[in-house]
């Protein structure tokens, strides 16, 4: 953005002027209401992903075991499955456009944002199901794998270990382009990609079973960052006449998605095409969109919450989904149940996040 500051006149010794420029201001950074919208849905769609994988669970992926449920189950899985590559276009704008860490110290106060709350829930949920005896191993050896990767019955969380090394991969980037020397992110990063070969050779050394190791990303993930960031920084939304098109391709692509997820495999990976097609169709009918203003501060307050409702609402799941959640429910049953018991888990998990927000937890628990 241009400076709005003038030139101003330097009087030398000698009584002559000449004109100087102003050190120009840092331009102020725009506040982008499409990306908290889009945050906001693809939160929303994390959690109807998992309501509706409880229901593909609850008949053991087989129709026989209740049609309604099996296609209620299946459409609702597929038409989300574009939320994780959204979540890393987001990734990638944030660090390389919308809010770029200037020091290094900036972008590990970013991953501690997001340490301390993923390892707090981990914890929660493994207390939680010690508590309800649902542990399958003892809840130290889980403690301690979850240093390494995701462990029941916090699966949801398998995202962070890959979402954060690609924000500290990007950010070293960014940081190394500004002339900065990140050497502790760069030993980070070094340690990140020797895990797994380090604790292989300690197992063929020593015969001990070693924790999987889950930190680490893919090359689709490092491609939806990158290429979102593309996508995102965009000056202005699409065009009109672009808009149904991009919905009927968005369509196209989820009845792709439920074929695969039915017929060849479920879950469909996140880097097939379809799924592909489908992210880059949401994210450009919402790139750019106008939030109303008088939207902005709701959309926003609840776009603060979304990491908290993440991390949380697969305790509603488990508990309100899977224990009301019959099998057998007719067409019409499942139309009035699915609807319900998912607007109620949004509405339970935002509801927890934001309360923790005003007492101020918001950097334990997130």
């Keep these: 953005m241009p400076s709005n500051s003038a030139p101003t006149a330097a009087v030398s010794r000698n009584g002559h002027t000449s004109a100087t420029a102003a050190a120009p201001s840092p331009p102020a950074r725009e506040?982008?209401?499409?990306?908290?919208?889009?945050?906001?849905?693809?939160?929303?769609?994390?959690?109807?992903?998992?309501?509706?994988?409880?229901?593909?669970?609850?008949?053991?992926?087989?129709?026989?075991?209740?049609?309604?449920?099996?296609?209620?189950?299946?459409?609702?899985?597929?038409?989300?499955?574009?939320?994780?590559?959204?979540?890393?276009?987001?990734?990638?704008?944030?660090?390389?456009?919308?809010?770029?860490?200037?020091?290094?110290?900036?972008?590990?106060?970013?991953?501690?944002?997001?340490?301390?709350?993923?390892?707090?829930?981990?914890?929660?949920?493994?207390?939680?199901?010690?508590?309800?005896?649902?542990?399958?191993?003892?809840?130290?050896?889980?403690?301690?794998?979850?240093?390494?990767?995701?462990?029941?019955?916090?699966?949801?969380?398998?995202?962070?270990?890959?979402?954060?090394?690609?924000?500290?991969?990007?950010?070293?980037?960014?940081?190394?382009?500004?002339?900065?020397?990140?050497?502790?992110?760069?030993?980070?990063?070094?340690?990140?990609?020797?895990?797994?070969?380090?604790?292989?050779?300690?197992?063929?050394?020593?015969?001990?079973?070693?924790?999987?190791?889950?930190?680490?990303?893919?090359?689709?993930?490092?491609?939806?960052?990158?290429?979102?960031?593309?996508?995102?920084?965009?000056?202005?939304?699409?065009?009109?006449r672009y808009r149904w098109p991009l919905a009927l391709t968005g369509l196209a692509a989820v009845a792709g998605i439920v074929w695969y997820n039915t017929d060849i495999h479920y879950v469909i990976p996140n880097a097939h095409p379809f799924v592909a097609v489908l992210s880059v169709c949401v994210v450009l009918l919402l790139v750019r969109v106008r939030v109303p203003e008088r939207r902005r501060p709701l959309v926003n307050k609840l776009a603060n919450a979304a990491l908290g409702a993440y991390l949380v609402h697969v305790l509603f799941v488990e508990e309100l989904v899977v224990r009301l959640l019959e099998p057998d429910l007719s067409g019409v049953q499942t139309a009035v149940f699915f609807p319900g018991v998912l607007l109620a888990t949004i509405a339970l998990s935002y509801t927890a996040s934001l309360l923790w927000g005003r007492f101020g937890l918001r950097r334990a628990l997130g």
């Design 31 to 240: 506040h982008r209401h499409d990306i908290d919208l889009l945050r906001l849905v693809a939160s929303c769609s994390v959690i109807t992903a998992h309501v509706s994988a409880s229901l593909i669970h609850a008949v053991d992926q087989r129709e026989s075991e209740g049609a309604a449920v099996y296609w209620t189950g299946f459409v609702g899985d597929s038409i989300t499955s574009f939320a994780v590559p959204v979540f890393f276009a987001i990734a990638g704008w944030a660090v390389i456009s919308g809010a770029p860490p200037r020091t290094s110290g900036r972008l590990w106060q970013r991953l501690r944002r997001n340490l301390v709350p993923m390892f707090v829930w981990t914890a929660i949920y493994l207390l939680w199901a010690w508590l309800r005896d649902r542990n399958e191993k003892p809840m130290t050896d889980l403690a301690v794998d979850s240093l390494f990767d995701s462990v029941e019955p916090a699966y949801h969380l398998w995202f962070m270990y890959a979402y954060l090394p690609i924000v500290v991969m990007l950010g070293f980037v960014v940081l190394l382009r500004a002339g900065a020397r990140p050497w502790g992110l760069g030993l980070l990063l070094m340690g990140i990609a020797g895990l797994g070969p380090t604790l292989t050779t300690l197992h063929e050394i020593t015969g001990w079973t070693m924790p999987r190791v889950g930190w680490g990303f893919g090359t689709y993930s490092v491609i939806y960052a990158i290429g979102g960031a593309f996508l995102l920084a965009s000056a202005s939304a699409v065009a009109t």
